[in-house]
């Protein structure tokens, strides 16, 4: 006769739990040991609007000796975010052997001119006031020119001072709300007066006459202002050298005739 033995239910699912185990670790070491080390990447997808060189961008991953398994995508964003002309970048890990980026550069917004010595040095801003080209070759975007204060040549990825930024982020404002409107601006003046404040002095691009302006840049405070030089570029009140619509009040100065 057989004797046979039924095990408890509990024993059962004891003796299921440490198989399951005995799995996981089975496979997890077959991944690190075997399979993770030879996930190499072997191809990099780029979208981006930056003309970057492929070596540029391997430059700027620095994934040397690195494999799949081991990349962290938020490091990788960290690292190509840290250039000074990358506003956002994203990567995406794609199995087995891929990395797919998306990088995004600073949009240039207005043009500086520092104190070089012998020549002032030109510098490019964006909209959130880090320096995203300095000297050669900036001076020749058509944008418009930030003036007055004087500061020493900033480096790349340098920010300027928040003032600056404030007035930075109006312009930015202005050129999605009225790309037709910023077109116009051809420089804005930085007058400093007392401690901490300061007047601003627009320039424009079709009317030879500065206007002060209040400090808050938006597309109706330009609007109205080019309506005042447009009328006031007519001759009617005589030669007129400046004016003023700080407060709502449009004031004017005249050339004197010899």
């Known amino acids: 006769m057989t004797v046979v033995r039924k095990m ?61 398994a081991s990349l962290e995508e938020s490091v990788l964003m960290n690292r190509l975010e840290a250039y000074p002309v990358v506003r956002k970048a994203q990567v995406v890990k794609v199995f087995p052997d891929t990395l797919r980026l998306f990088v995004y550069r ?22 959130e006031g880090y320096a995203v080209q300095v000297g050669v070759g900036s001076g020749s975007l058509d944008l418009p020119i930030l003036s007055g204060p004087r500061f020493s040549e900033p480096a ?3 920010r300027m001072p928040e003032s ?26 930085i007058v400093p007066h007392g401690t901490e404040g300061y007047d601003l002095k627009l320039y424009m691009n079709h009317i030879p006459i500065p206007i002060l302006v ?16 447009d ?15 700080r407060g709502g009040h449009v004031v004017f100065r005249t050339v004197e005739e010899s």
């Open 156 to 158: 790349l990825g340098a």
């Open 164 to 189: 600056i930024q404030v007035i930075l982020g109006d312009l930015s404002k202005l050129r999605d709300d009225d790309p037709k409107l910023f077109a116009l601006v051809s420089e804005i003046e």
């Open 106 to 127: 600073r949009r240039p917004l207005a043009v500086a001119l520092f104190d070089g010595g012998s020549k002032p040095i030109p510098a490019v801003f964006d909209e």
């Open 8 to 68: 408890k239910p509990g024993r059962v699912v004891a003796i299921s739990i440490v198989g399951i185990l005995m799995i996981v670790l089975m496979a997890e070491l077959l991944w690190n040991l075997a399979i993770a080390p030879r996930l190499i990447i072997r191809k990099i997808t780029l979208e981006s609007d930056l003309g970057l060189t492929d070596s540029q961008i391997l430059e700027m991953l620095n994934i040397e000796g690195e494999t799949w």
């Open 214 to 229: 209040d400090r808050n840049l938006t597309a109706e405070s330009i609007r109205q202002a080019v309506l005042v030089l």
């Open 231 to 245: 009328v006031l570029a007519s001759g009617s009140a005589g030669r007129v050298e400046e004016a003023d619509m």
